[in-house]
C-alpha cells in the first residue's frame, strides 16, 4: 500500500510540476500576442459642467 502511495504522491508532484510551467508558458504567450495599449488621449478641452440651482437654506425649526 506505501508503495502506491508513494506512486500516487510523485505523478501527482510531477503534474502539478508540468501544469505550471505549462501555465506560466501561456500567461508569456498572452502577454506577446495581446496588442500594445495605447495611452488615452489628454484632454484638449474640460467637460462642460451642468448647471445646478443652488440650494435653499431651510428655515429653521420652530421649538
Same mark, same amino acid.
Request: hydrophobic share 35%.
Given at each position: 500500500?506505501?508503495?502506491? !502511495?508513494?506512486?500516487?504522491? $510523485?505523478? /501527482?508532484?510531477?503534474?502539478? !510540476?508540468?501544469?505550471? $510551467?505549462? +501555465?506560466?508558458?501561456?500567461? !508569456?504567450?498572452?502577454?506577446?500576442?495581446?496588442? +500594445?495599449?495605447? +495611452?488615452?488621449? /489628454?484632454? /484638449?478641452?474640460?467637460?462642460? $459642467?451642468?448647471?445646478?440651482? +443652488?440650494?435653499?437654506?431651510?428655515?429653521?425649526?420652530?421649538?
Amino acid at each position: 500500500m506505501d508503495d502506491d !502511495r508513494d506512486i500516487e504522491e $510523485r505523478i /501527482t508532484k510531477s503534474l502539478r !510540476r508540468s501544469y505550471g $510551467r505549462f +501555465a506560466a508558458w501561456v500567461v !508569456r504567450l498572452n502577454r506577446m500576442l495581446e496588442p +500594445a495599449r495605447l +495611452a488615452e488621449p /489628454t484632454r /484638449t478641452e474640460t467637460p462642460p $459642467r451642468i448647471p445646478v440651482v +443652488a440650494r435653499q437654506p431651510l428655515p429653521p425649526r420652530p421649538d
